[in-house]
Every structure is written in C-alpha cells, then in structure tokens.
C-alpha cells in the first residue's frame, strides 16, 4: 500500500485524532472483538482523553493519510536507542485494508534498526496482563 504516508500532527487537528483515536479504540473492543469486561479508562472510552494527551505530549505523533485524507493515528516514543510504540489505530472503515501494517512499515522508515535495516522483524516485548501487547524496537 505505497499511498499511506504519515505526517507530523498538527495542533490544529489533535481534537480530531483524539476522537478519532477513542473511536476506532471503541469499535475494535465494543464491535470488531465485542464487550470482553467491563474496563474503561474515562465513562464509556476504552482509552481515555488523557492516555492520548499524555502519549501525544511525551511522543512523534503522526497522521495516517490514504491518497491525502486522514484514516488512523500513531503515537511513538523515542529514547535513545529504544523507540515504543505507544498508541496505533485505524478508522473502523478502514479495517484490514493493510493500512496499520503499512503505517508500520513507514514507522520503520522513519526509524530503521540498525540490526534490521530493511524492517523485517517487529518484536513484541511484553504483553500486558489484560491481553494487550506493545511492540518495542531498537533504533
């Protein structure tokens, strides 16, 4: 998928990445999985306006775009020689399109591994006690 691209969020455009974040979050644990608990971080937000701020505040937050329009959200945090991958979503309408995966791929262009320099290995380092995983890599 060669026409995703990401770019540099704008201050102008953090409302909407926030409700488009809580959006897409929703519909992958409420719809795409269904209700699996009862945990939600802020009223009826799997993941609450904070948890997106703070990640937007300490990370690179970046676009999705698909031929120019707006389609997800990453959040990365960088440091050193250690880069997390704090928050990724897609538009529910968007859903497995490859549109996460090549978001990834550009991630990776951004910030090659030095051991993997053509980004073909993507590690997980830990997985969360609720089922959650987040992806670590060296850079």
């Given amino acids: 998928m060669n026409n995703i691209k990401l770019i540099p969020l704008e201050d102008s455009d953090i409302e909407q990445f926030i409700l488009d974040n809580q959006e ?3 519909y992958g644990a409420l719809e795409e999985f269904g ?3 009862d945990h939600f971080e802020e009223g009826d937000q799997i993941i609450s306006r904070e948890t997106i701020e703070k990640s937007i505040d300490n ?7 698909l031929d120019g329009m707006p ?3 990453v959040i990365i945090s960088v440091d050193g020689e250690k880069g997390d991958l704090d928050i990724l979503f897609t538009s529910p309408k968007e859903h497995s399109k490859g549109v996460g995966y090549a978001a990834w791929c550009e991630v990776e262009k951004l910030h090659p591994d030095p051991d993997d320099p053509e980004g073909k290995h993507m590690d997980l ?6 089922g959650m995983f987040r992806f670590e890599k060296r850079i």
């Avoid at 990370?59 to 775009?65: F, K, Q, T, V, W």
């Avoid at 380092?125 to 609720?130: L, R």
């Fill in 71 to 73: 389609v997800g959200g």
């Fill in 24 to 26: 897409a979050f929703n």
């Fill in 59 to 65: 990370g690179e937050a970046y676009r999705i775009m």
């Fill in 35 to 37: 209700l699996r608990d």
């Fill in 125 to 130: 380092d830990d997985q969360f006690p609720d």
